[in-house]
Structure formats: structure tokens, C-alpha cells
């Protein structure tokens, strides 16, 4: 369920590590809590921001979820399909549902955060 | 019943509260009286208020006529006991009409999106700039001194505690209109929004698309404040306004000694998910028929808590759905042919008056008096059953001899003529 | 078994712009007495708009209809029980709409001199008198147009008073069951929200906030009875440890219905609190407002009251301006009147006793309610409930929808958050018996069904005007208006 190359936060978000950029996301755990996302706020591109500091949020009908960035850095991308199709987030928040995309200023960061297999201790879910 | 629960006496049901909290006597209040003698009552009070045969009192609270319908309407029971519509399934009705009324006073503003309505229009105005500045992420706010006096000290209230500078900006003593030059000194880079009302206090119309021309050359939003809604059926709605903050009090809700009433609260599309209050949507049911129900709770307070847009948790449902009758009632050439005779009634008086001002007016303007003083003018009128206009210098120290004079549909020509002879006119 | 409703025809209904057509009208305005005016010549042609588009053009028949049915498809308290918690959804005595329509209390302006406002100005000072003895506090104002608007008058006093010490402090304590207007207030006041956990009884934790209050702290906002119904038994101890550190007590006056006449929150230690009447006090809720929030207050907050205050001189009441230490006007003109009017119409109906029947009256059904329900469903935490009961169910959303089909308005649904699956049920002390026992048979028989049929329950309701509303698609595209 977990993708085992990412890394988790307690917050409940992934981060996928590219060269110099880090691409992150709400997890499965996350959008199942949320119930039916109806939209997503994100930062502005070229925000720079901070490890566990706030970037957005992600809105159910009833609920409303802050997102933390689990990297520095600066924004250089957001999702350009969340606008139209906030349900991607609940379909695929792996793949097609990532949020925003992070220059890292601080590289050896994200390995420092929980691996698939803590993350799952952490919320109690089984691996695949 | 207290045998089911197992209690011996109703004190049973409290005695678990410690001594110190409970309140052993006896209320120091009259014991309770019957149907009669409370009806009697508040008529013995209500006659002790001068219920005048004509009123020319404006300033805020305006003296129109309210069809019989929108009693009819509002007393039913569905919608008179009703509670909030949270339960889309089964309130239909009130859902029904709100949206209605958002669609309404989007029609007659100019703007793309309305709630539900806000307390009335005083605290939509705090609520609009600080709509504005979450919008602009600056913190200054620039208001005309011509906008409702009272709506400028309640925005007063609301900034003081937020570190929001409030700056005012005057008015040109010849037209009465906002001073162009004072408001372009009043702004800076920290400008959030700029906030003006048409028709003004004086009863004067504003150059709202020039303004806006200033205000947005500076980054800064326009909000557009009204008093008399029934301004809209004949003025220009501020199109180029950003936010549109109002009063609906001149829609068959009663003066009442100046509540309850109902706020505006209308922004342009792309500032929905700023705006403070409900608001009520379409969708479909799980048969795909039209239903409605309230929509983007996100924003507000139940589900944000400190991070909501406003602390807002009301709207004044029953207030509001009065004014979407009267707006039914009336309609589109109602509303029109309604805000084409106050213009008439209020030009009849205006011109066998001095006025202060020369700019454009509706259905109110600044009478000077000319050799009797204000309070012997009052008095005369009240002599006849007439209450006189709003002595200005309460508000503006430096307008004496000056009074605020409304009129309306209801102003009958012979009381108006009664108003231009206690002038001295 | 259903036994409060079965099924009846229910009109279709379009939207007003739907229904219009060219020409219709709905009034009629005399003719003018004076000469017409041209707009474009009195204001300048581009000040005029041509005609509001779209706007409705609908005749009298056609209003009165279109009303009368939406009306039909709304639950209202005059159809039956509203159990909704904390809303206090009692019969709204029609005396009150009467008296409102007083002529000569329903057409004066604001404006009017005092001494032409004497009847109004003596109905304030009598409701104040009122509502000071009803929480036995020193003073109060009637400003606030709704209970947030209360609170916010509320923590502005706090603040001022704070001030005029020398130091506003930076945190208000607000209890992790408290109802959302409450952190949202403390924001919009320019205070930092620091939230306590209830303790394990649902109640406040007495020593986490022995640890907490400090000199930053300038308040706690407490609900009591909380929002589980239940009276904080240490509220007096509460009090005492915030006023040992110069902190300050706001009561969230939402549960006065449980207190009315049995206990007084200025007597043990409460500063200042606001009462909601539209729910204590009976004033209608019409679909969602208008309400009244009137702040009471002790004497040290007095002279901070919103301006301006009711005086009394030998020529009769009149309206004080000269107040320096005002916090200033929270809305225009002095509350909601008509509001006010019925809320005394209604303590007048009562009196003393009557009001302290109300709240006996009150308990009674809340607890005849538990009794009946607490072999079926788990009471959410074993203290003694006042006013109301909350009871704890993973289904409780489907529960309130089946519910609905047996002829009920649903309960309070998961709220108060502290609950798993909250249901919280206030029935007031204008319900009789026998619409009590139809309601807990309902909740009994929907306790079963869950048992035998789950899938029933989970697909409630079936029974309604329209099926169950797509929330998730007026989120995801929200259409606000009607665009034809």
C-alpha cells in the first residue's frame, strides 16, 4: 500500500526524492481519514518554506487537514490537476495526486524521515 | 416519569450540584403573567413611543412599505421554527430560498457570489475588510468619512485588536461626494482595501467606477458599501467593486428600533472561499435531482475553529427571507418604478430646500436651514405628528444647520410641503 | 415500527427565475403625488442601470405558492421534537411574534429623540433588569446581535479590562469540547488559542489547569454544563485558580436552559457571559437567525460596556454616549430589538417560578430520555446530565438520517468532537411525554435495525422530499446562484 521508495512523515505525508527535487503528497491513510477530497489550497511557486511548516491544506466536505512540508526548500511546481480534480487525491495520492514539487536546500533530509515500514507501525496498517 | 428515572422530586435531578452553585431563592421577577396582560403590556409601551403619520428619518433605517405578503410568508411555522439546514433531506425549503436570495443580491450588486447574509449591514463592513486583507495579505484599511458613522466606529471595534490601521478619508464640501485627492493621500502600499458607500450618508451617489480606477491602480480592493437597497433598482450596481458589504433593512424588514436586519456580504468569483458566513449550493440528489444544501463549511467556524474566516455562526435566515419575498413582490420593474418615485418624492422636497451639497442624490440629502434652528424646525414637524430629519452635527461637528432628510414612496406630497414650511423655505 | 409519520404527496416547485415571465407583477404602487423625476437628468445617465437582469417577474399567486411549498418541504419545531444538543429547540410562543408587531414598537427608528422612545427604552431597561437578576451578574448589555457576537463582546471586555491593568496578556484557555465559535472569537480578539483536553470524565481537568493558568493567560472560556450536558461539578475551584493569577472567567451561556432559575453563574466566580435567546430565552430560530448574544457582565466590566449604555434620569430613560472607557459599538444602533421584545414577552410569560419550572422541566425530559435510551445505546461518559445526554455510536450519521423517516429531526451529529460517533440529544421542557416516548421507541427500534439490518440504517433516509444530498459535488464544483 505504502510505496517502500518514499518516506513518511507522523503528519501523514510522502516525499519521493528526485535528483534535487522532492515531490510530496498526502498518504493512503491520510485521504481515507479525510473522506471525499473537494479541494486542495497549495503554496505559490517560488515559495520557499521549512521542514514541518504549514504550505496548504486539503478540504473534505467536513474536514480540513493542514499540509507540512516534510522538507525544505522552494516550490517550483504544483499540481496543475487538483483545481479540476481534487479526487485524484483519494484515487491515486501516490502517482497522479502529488502536491507540490520542492527544490531541497537540505538533501539528506528526507532520509532521515520514517521508512514504509515505520510509517505503517506508526498508524498501524499492514504492508502489502 | 421521575419514577422511570428513579428520582423522588424534580430537585432530585440537581441535587448533585455542590451547595455553592445552587441557587436556593426566588427569582426577583414578577410572577408570570397571561396572554392579555403581556399584549397589553408592551401596547402600553409601544404608545408610549411617538408613532408619528410620516417620518423623515433616513440615516441608515429607511421608511418603506412592507407588503402584507412577506408576514404571511415568514409566520409559517416551517420556516418561522425551523432550525439552521444542516439536515439537507429535510429543510429543502430554507435552502431553497436562500439560494434564491444569494442569486438576487448578486443580480442587483453586480457581483458573482453572495452568502447568505451577515447581522446587518455594520458588521459586514469589518467583516469585508478583513476579507480583504486576508485576500491582499497587507494590513491597512482606508475609509471614506462619509460612510455610515456607526459602520465606521463597529469597524473600529473589529481592527483596534488586530493591528489593522484604519485611515479616513473626507469629503468634497461642495458635491458631498468622497474627495479624490483625500482618498488618494489616505492610501499607501499597505492599502488592503478602500472602502466607500454609494449612496453616501449625505444621501449623495458616488463616481464608483473612477474610484475603483484609483483604488486598483494602487493594488489595493474596493469595498462597496450601501445603506438603502432600494438604491439598487434605479443606480449603476458597482461592478467594479471587489467586495459589496450591505444593508437590507429597506426590504420589508421594520425599523424596529433598528433590529434585527439582515446583511450583505457579495464578492466576486474568484473570493469565495474568503467569504465569512453561509452559503448555500446546488447539487444532486442520489436520484439526480436538484437539491440544495449549505456548502463550503470549511470556511467557517464549526469545522476551522480558530482558523475560520469569520466567528461567524448565524445568518439571519428569517430576516433575509423577508427580503426575498419583497424582492418576489416587487420584482424587476417593481423594484424599478419603487426607486424611481423615492428619487421623485425625495427631488420634490429637495428642491424647495437649501442643500448643502450639489452632487447627485436619491432619495436623501443635507437640507441647511436657513432663519429657524434645527430644534425649532423638530419641533414644529413634531407638533404635527411629524418626525423631523437627523440633526447632522451629532455626527459631523463641522455641519451645523444641517439636517439629513429622507424620503420615500411612503413621504405623501401634503407632509413634505408641512417639512418645507417649518423651514421657512 | 414508524409510527409518527407516513408518506404524503409533496408539491414541485421551481426556482423564481424559473417561474418568471415578461411583464408579471406582484405589486402595486399608488401613483406619484408629485411630478416623476428623470433619472438620467437628476443622477447622470451612466449613474442609471438599465433593468436587473434575470431578476424574477412573478405575480402575487405566484409568491404565495412558491413560499407556501418550500415551506412545506422544511421540519420545524412546530411539526415536533428537534433533539438537536445545545440548540434548545423549544415551542416558540406565537404571544412573542404578536407583541413584536406592536405598532408603535415595530416602526420606530433609532434616530427617534429618547423622549420619543420612552416605551422602547423602558422594555431594554426592564430585560436588562431581567437578565442581570436571571445570571446574578451586575450588568449587561444587549448589543450583540447573536451568541458569537456575544462571545466576541465578551473577550473585547476581557481584553479592556486586562488594558486598563497594564497588560492584555497574550492566551485564552478554551476546553477541547467547546463549540467552535469559542477558538474562532479568541482569534478575532488578537488572542492565542491554547486548547485543554477534557479529563476522563469528560469534565475539566482542575490540575492540568492549576499547571496552565500563568500571567500570560487572560481567560478561560468555559460552557456549563459543558457540552456533554454534564454541570462542571469544580467550576467554582476553576474560577478560583484563574482569579488567583488575575485571569478571567467568560461563561459561554449556550446551556443556560439547564440553570435558569437553579443556579447562578455570577455567584460562583463566572466574570462575564453571554446568553443566547433564541435558545434559552425561546426566540424563534427562523432557519438559521436572527439571534441576540446580550453579554452579562460583574461590575468591574461596566464601565467597558459597548456604547452607549441606558440611563435613568428624572425626565425618563435616555442613552448614554459619554462612556471614554467603552469598548465601542459592536453593531449599529443598540441590538436586536425585535429579538428582545419577544425574549421579555417570554421571561414575562413566566416569571420567577415558571422559569424555574422550565429548567426542572428541562432536566426531567433529558434525564426520562436517558433513562429509555441508556440500555440501547452507550452513554458517551456515566455523570449526572442536566439538559442533555450524549450518547456514543460509530453509525451515529446514519442512525440521524434513519431517523428522519420515522418522523424526527435528527440530533446533534459528532459533535462535541471529545466524543467517538456523538449523539447529543436535547428535548427541552416543551415536550410532553408522549412525543418523548415516540422518539426513544424510534431510536430503540433504528438500535435494532442496526442489529438485524444494517444496510437499512446506512442508506437512511428513504422518506424525504429529496434522497440523500450530494455534499462531496457542492464542494468539489460549488454553483452559489442560479445562472439560467
Redesign the interface.
Known sequence: MDPENLRYTKEHEWVRVEGDIGIIGITFHAQKELGDIVYVDLPKVGTSTQQGKTVGSVESVKAVSDLYTPVSGEVVEINPLLAESPEILNTDPYGSGWLVKIKLSDPGEAGKLLTAAEYQAYTGTESP | MLDTIGAPALEDLYAHLPESVRFAGSLNIPPGRSEYEIIDYFRARGSENIHARANFLGAGVYHHYRPVLVDTVVSRGEFLTSYTPYQAEISQGTLTAIFEFQTMICQLTGMDVANASMYDGSTAVPEAAMMAMRITGRSGIAVARTVHPEYREVLSTYTRHQGISVSEFEYDVQSGQVDLESLDQAMNENTAAVIIQSPNFFGMVENTKLIAEIVHARGALLVFVFSEAVSLGLLEPPRDADIVAGELQSFAIAPSYGGPFAGVLAAKEQYVRQIPGRLVGETKDTNGNRAFCLTLATREQHIRREKATSNICTNQALIALMATVFMAVYGKQGLRELAEQNLAKSHYLGERLWRRFNGPYFNEFVAVTGPRSVEEINGRLQGLQIVGGLPLDRFYPELGNSVLLCCTEMSRRADMDAVAEAFGA | MIRKVRSHPSQN?A???EM?SP?????Q?PP??????D?AG???A????A????????S?V???R???R??????????GL?P?GS?T?K??PR?N????????????????SDA?????L??LAELER?LI??T?MDAVTLQP?????G??TGI?LV?AVLEAQGNMRRKVIVPDSA???N????????YE?VNVASNDRGMLDVDALERMVDEDVAAIMITNPNTLGV?E?N??RVAEIFHAKGALVYMDGANMNALA????PG??GIDLMHLNLHKTFST?????????GPVAVKKQFEPFL?LPRLRRASSGWSWDYDRPKS?????????????L?RAL?Y??????????RAT??A???A??LR??LEPHYKIAYNA?S?HECVFSNPSTSAI??RL?DYGF??YTVS?PLIVHGAMMIEPTETES?QELDLFADALISIAKECDENPDLVLRA?YS?????????????K?????KG
Not at chain 3, 420619543?116 to 422602547?120: D, S
Not at chain 3, 424563534?284 to 441576540?292: A, F, L, N
Request: aromatic fraction near 10%; glycine fraction near 12%.
Open positions: 416547485e426556482l423564481l427565475f418568471s411583464g408579471k407583477v406582484g405589486y404602487l406619484l403625488d408629485v411630478p416623476g423625476v433619472p437628476a443622477l447622470g451612466e449613474r442609471v442601470r433593468e436587473i437582469e434575470n431578476f424574477p417577474e412573478v402575487e405566484d409568491v404565495i412558491h413560499f407556501t418550500l415551506s412545506t418541504w422544511n421540519y420545524a419545531i412546530d411539526l428537534y438537536l440548540c429547540m415551542y416558540n404571544v411574534e404578536a407583541v413584536a408587531r406592536t405598532d408603535g414598537l415595530m416602526w420606530i427608528h433609532p434616530y427617534q420619543l422612545a420612552q416605551g422602547a423602558a422594555i431581567v437578576e436571571i446574578g446581535a447573536a451568541g458569537a457576537h462571545e466576541l473585547l481584553r463549540h467552535g465559535t477558538p474562532s472569537t479568541v482569534h478575532t480578539a488578537g488559542v454541570f461539578e467550576i467554582a432559575g437553579i443556579s447562578r455567584d460562583y424563534p430560530h427562523g432557519g438559521g437567525g436572527p439571534g441576540s459597548p469598548i465601542g459599538r459592536v453593531r449599529a444602533f443598540y441590538g436586536n430589538f425585535g429579538v421584545v414577552a421571561l414575562m410569560a413566566h416569571g420567577g417560578d415558571g422559569l424555574r426542572q422541566d432536566l426531567l425530559n434525564n426520562y433513562k429509555l449526572p442536566m440521524a438520517k428522519i429531526h435528527p459533535f411525554k433516509p424525504t422530499r429529496t434522497a440523500k444530498v450530494d455534499e462531496v459535488a457542492a464542494a468539489r460549488p454553483i452559489l446562484k442560479w
